[in-house]
């Protein structure tokens, strides 16, 4: 497949693809709005995964839209308050051959820690399924996983990411294309009504991270 990861040059479009490169056979479209920082941001990402001896990796850097319009499944690897114009400035691109994936979370934090701060949506994945095109199967995934665990190549997964969305077939692409990076079990959690049961664990588990001194980068597996 074609796997775009737009707004890519980011901490989670970093993870996700350097993941993607090393564990799979796709080929990579990494996006931004600027191009040329897509393609710089391929530079080094070869360069990080020539240093794990992965050699001459399908990745290339577009422009967002460019890359959207080639892939097989576009994931929004962008901040969530970004995350509905992304979904705009690409939906000319989109159809109901492309599976639109969302991992963004909506948080605020204070000296307490974070807090689950969703969008008047419900969810930042319901938001970008009312944004996309009626016919764009969307399907929210890869939300609780700490990105600089997921660029960190020497660091091994024993991880669980949840899977919300209305589309079936769409859920079981994006299930079986997360299942393909080592140690990472995908789990189907429900329609895209229960996102925001799963997009609230992220604060929970940034939390954890910051109270104990003996965990870092801290994930989900359910047992």
Do not use: C
Not at 184 to 198: M, Q, S, Y
């Amino acid at each position: 497949m074609r796997i775009a990861l737009l707004g890519g040059t980011g901490d989670i479009g970093e993870g996700l693809t350097l993941r993607f490169a090393r564990d799979t056979d796709h080929e990579l479209l990494v996006g931004s709005r600027d191009p040329e920082k897509a393609r710089d941001a391929v530079d080094d990402y070869k360069a990080e995964l020539d240093s794990h001896a992965v050699d001459d990796p399908d990745i290339n850097g577009f422009g967002n839209e460019m890359a959207a319009d080639r892939a097989d499944v576009a994931i929004l690897s962008v901040p969530p308050y970004y995350a509905g114009d992304t979904v705009d400035a690409i939906d000319g691109v989109l159809d109901a051959d492309t599976v639109l994936v969302t991992p963004a979370v909506g948080m605020k934090g204070d000296e307490d820690g974070m807090h689950y701060h969703p969008p008047g949506a419900g969810s930042v994945t319901e938001l970008v399924a009312q944004r996309a095109p009626d016919e764009v199967p969307v399907v929210g995934a890869f939300h609780n996983l700490a990105a600089g665990k997921l660029a960190d190549l020497s660091a091994e997964f024993d991880l669980d990411t949840l899977l919300v969305g209305d589309d079936d077939s769409a859920k079981e692409t994006v299930r079986a294309l997360a299942n393909e990076i080592d140690g990472l079990r995908a789990l189907d959690a429900g329609p895209l009504a229960n996102a925001a049961e799963v997009e609230s664990v992220t604060p929970l588990v940034i939390n954890i991270a910051k109270h104990n001194d003996e965990l870092h980068d801290v994930g989900v597996k359910w047992v």
